[in-house]
């Protein structure tokens, strides 16, 4: 399959089997969010992995009952920081040195520490966690997108209660606060009729403006 039959072969999967993802599936998948593009490559979130029956369980309680999270192999929690102060910056800072080779003094002689204060650690606490959710956003399309490419089946999942989520996984403590989940699963295809339904999309004409 091509990227637009992937993407059209995809659609938001509400029942899944329960069959286990290989491995090396779940590895690629997870590599590629890792990959993914991000704000000053900054990365201000934080993935939780669950495949434990019984906390799935309770997730499921948590987002209105929806059966994917039960069914699928693995469930993905994108959460993002809610705290984004000068000590991540520099450990930031750090990391990117170690990667590159380039002293953290260059990196700030550059301007880069005084630029990420001045546009992310200025804001507010809640302008902060939005920015953050922002970043987890485009992960979890990096996400959907390499499901897809592997013909895994995903669901992206904002229905659950965030309050409740924070809690189950002890996210506050942690400075992190929920954002949205990824089920990762296969498509039951007897029970889930949504597989059939059209792919519903605003005209090119609607969405895009050449000039
Ligand atoms: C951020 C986000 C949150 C969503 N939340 C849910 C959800 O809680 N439950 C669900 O079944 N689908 C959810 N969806 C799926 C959308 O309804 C679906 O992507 C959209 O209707 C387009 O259909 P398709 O993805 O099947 O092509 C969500 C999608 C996104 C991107």
Redesign the pocket.
Known sequence: MNIIESLNW???T?RMTGKKLPAKDLQTILDAIRLSASSYGLQPYHVIIIEDEAVKKQLQSM?YG?A?IVESSHVLVFTAWSNVNESKIDEYLQAYSDTSGMPVEKLIAFGLKDRMMQAIVSLSPQQQFSWAAKQA?IA?GTGLIAAASLQIDA??????IPAQVDELLGLKEKNLGSV?ILALGYRDLENDM?QK?P?HRWSAEKLFTKI
């Open positions: 995809r659609y938001a509400k987002a929806q994917q956003y979890l669901t992206p999942m904002e229905g659950f949205v949504y339904a792919k």
